[in-house]
C-alpha cells in the first residue's frame, strides 16, 4: 500500500513536499513514480526516481522546480515541488512499478497506487 500526504493551498512562488510511505513488500524493489491530474484533464506523469535511488526523470514542465527523492530505509518517495505556479495544482498520486526504465512515464505500467493528495497553488 501507498499512502501520499503533503498537499495543501500554497501561493504562487511557494514550495511544498509531498510524501509517499510504503506499507508491505519490499520497497528497494520498485521504481517510483508521481503523477498529478488537473480536474477535466488527463493523468500526467510529473517525476520518476530508479529504484536505488540513482537515477531521476522529471517532466519538461516541473524540471528545475521539482526534485524526486527516495528514502529505502523508511519505504518513502518525496517530491520536494519549488516555485509553484497555478498551473501546478491537481490531485498528485504516487505509484509503484517493476517495469524498465523505458517505460517509466507510462502510467499503465505502474502496479500500486496511492490515494492521492491535493495540491492548490492560488492567491
Known sequence: QLQAS????VQPGGSLRLSCAASGGTFSNYRMGWFRQAPG???EFVAAISANGG???YADSVKGRFTISRDN???TVYLQMNSLKAEDTAVYSCAATTRPWN???VSQFYLYWGQGTQVTVSS
Open 73 to 75: 530505509a523508511k519505504k
Open 55 to 57: 537515477s531521476t526523470l
Open 41 to 43: 484533464e488527463e493523468r
Open 6 to 9: 503533503g498537499g495543501g493551498l
Open 103 to 105: 517505460l517509466i512515464q
